[in-house]
C-alpha cells in the first residue's frame, strides 16, 4: 500500500510519534531538488573535502530512522509513529528504503538521512544531525549518488529554506504528477556509486565533493 501510494504521489504522517494511526499527503505544491540544479555551498565543499566523515550506505538503517525522530531544538514531537517506523523498516529489507550516515573518526554516528526509491524516482523522508553539517553532507552524497545512477526526479515532499539553498523549489501538484510519472519509467542504480567498495561503505568526501566542483 506504502508503496503504491508513492506511485500516486501522497505519502503517509503521523500527527505524533504517539498517535495510533497514520494520514495521507498530497501537497498542492510540491518540493522537488532538480539533479542537476544542486547547489553545494564552497564552505560544505570544504567540509567534504577535509574528510571530516566518512560515508557508507544502509549500514545504519533502523539508527538513522531513530535519529530522524529524535527531538530537536524548535520541534518537541515527530510525525514518526510506531506505524511509519515499522513500515519503513520492512521497505528497508525489501531493498526499497535506503539510509546514507555520516560517522565521526571515532565511529560516532554523526547524522543521516533516509528515502524510498522506486524506478528512477527517490523520495526523501527525513534527515538528522548531531554534528554540524554531517545532514548536509548526506544530502551531497545523496545528490551525486542518483546524478551517477541515472536518477531523474528526488522528491523532498516540502520546501524548507534549508533546501532551498540547495536548489530546491516547489512546483504544482499537475507538474509533479508529470514527472513523477516519467521517473517511474526504468530503474535507477541506486549503487553505482559503491562500485569497487567495501559492502556498505560509501564514497570519500573528497569524491563527493567532486562531483560538484563545477558548483559554489
Known amino acids: 500500500?506504502?508503496?503504491?501510494?508513492?506511485?500516486?504521489?501522497?505519502?503517509?504522517?503521523?500527527?505524533?510519534?504517539?498517535?495510533?494511526?497514520?494520514?495521507?499527503?498530497?501537497?498542492?505544491r510540491r518540493g522537488v531538488l532538480p539533479l542537476d540544479a544542486f547547489r553545494i555551498p564552497r564552505s560544505l565543499a570544504k567540509t567534504l573535502r577535509q574528510q571530516r566523515f566518512r560515508f557508507t550506505v544502509d549500514a545504519a538503517f533502523a539508527e538513522v530512522l531513530a535519529g530522524c525522530a529524535e527531538p530537536v531544538p524548535g520541534r518537541s514531537e515527530t510525525w514518526i509513529n510506531p506505524l511509519i517506523h515499522d513500515a519503513y523498516l520492512a521497505l528497508h529489507r525489501r531493498g526499497q528504503a535506503h539510509s546514507?550516515?555520516?560517522w565521526t573518526a571515532d565511529g560516532e554516528l554523526a547524522g543521516g538521512l533516509y528515502g524510498v526509491r522506486m524506478g528512477r524516482a527517490f523520495f526523501g523522508e527525513s534527515m538528522f544531525t548531531r554534528v554540524r553539517d554531517a545532514s548536509k553532507c548526506c544530502l551531497a552524497a545523496l545528490v551525486a549518488r542518483l546524478r551517477r545512477g541515472g536518477f531523474v526526479l528526488l522528491d523532498t515532499q516540502f520546501l524548507t529554506e534549508?533546501?532551498?539553498?540547495?536548489?530546491?523549489?516547489?512546483?504544482?501538484?499537475?507538474?509533479?504528477?508529470?514527472?513523477?510519472?516519467?521517473?517511474?519509467?526504468?530503474?535507477?542504480?541506486?549503487?553505482?556509486?559503491?562500485?569497487?567498495?567495501?559492502?556498505?561503505?560509501?564514497?570519500?568526501?573528497?569524491?563527493?565533493?567532486?562531483?560538484?566542483?563545477h558548483t559554489s
Open 162 to 213: 534549508h533546501l532551498a539553498g540547495f536548489g530546491a523549489i516547489e512546483i504544482p501538484a499537475r507538474d509533479y504528477r508529470a514527472q513523477l510519472a516519467a521517473a517511474l519509467v526504468g530503474e535507477g542504480d541506486f549503487f553505482v556509486d559503491d562500485e569497487g567498495l567495501g559492502p556498505k561503505a560509501g564514497p570519500s568526501g573528497k569524491r563527493i565533493a567532486q562531483a560538484f566542483s
Open 100 to 102: 546514507i550516515e555520516a
Open 1 to 28: 500500500m506504502l508503496l503504491r501510494a508513492y506511485a500516486s504521489g501522497i505519502f503517509p504522517m503521523a500527527e505524533r510519534a504517539d498517535s495510533s494511526d497514520v494520514f495521507w499527503v498530497e501537497p498542492k
